[in-house]
């Protein structure tokens, strides 16, 4: 939820600096090497996709719809890293539940967002 309302309201280096303290923070605190790596995979991913579509001219996406794409993004890149570090590929047919999963928490945190980013304080710097 930071995250995207941080990539309405600020510059991209700065929702993406937040978004890479986050994931360490939560590393130190709560991690292993193994979860900085799937946390990194997928909030890297999940970071750039949602970065791109924002900037999209045509078609534009709204900010659930930027938002369920990078709840997609984000389980795509945990999923591939499972894969490569476990290098197991049958791991990978999780990602059809993982895809709904992510849509769903995609759109709960767009909701979430729009009225957060329509407040006074969050105008574009």
């Known amino acids: 939820l930071v995250v995207v309302v941080m990539l309405y309201s600020f510059k991209w280096y700065t929702a993406l600096s937040v978004n890479l303290l986050r994931i360490f923070i939560s590393f130190?605190?709560?991690?292993?090497?193994?979860?900085l790596i799937y946390s990194l995979c997928g909030g890297i991913l999940s970071f750039c996709v949602m970065l791109l579509i924002?900037?999209?001219k045509k078609p534009s996406f709204s900010v659930i719809g930027?938002?369920?794409?990078?709840?997609?993004?984000?389980?795509i890149?945990?999923?591939?890293?499972a894969v490569l570090l476990l290098d197991e590929l049958r791991i990978a047919f999780y990602l059809p539940v993982l895809i709904i999963v992510g849509a769903i928490t995609?759109?709960?945190?767009?909701?979430?967002?729009?009225?957060?980013?329509?407040?006074?304080?969050?105008?574009?710097?």
């Open 28 to 35: 130190l605190l709560f991690g292993s090497a193994t979860s």
């Open 54 to 56: 924002s900037r999209l």
């Open 77 to 81: 890149g945990q999923i591939c890293a």
């Open 106 to 125: 995609g759109t709960l945190i767009g909701l979430i967002a729009m009225p957060i980013l329509k407040h006074p304080i969050f105008k574009k710097i």
């Open 66 to 75: 930027v938002s369920i794409c990078g709840g997609v993004a984000h389980n």
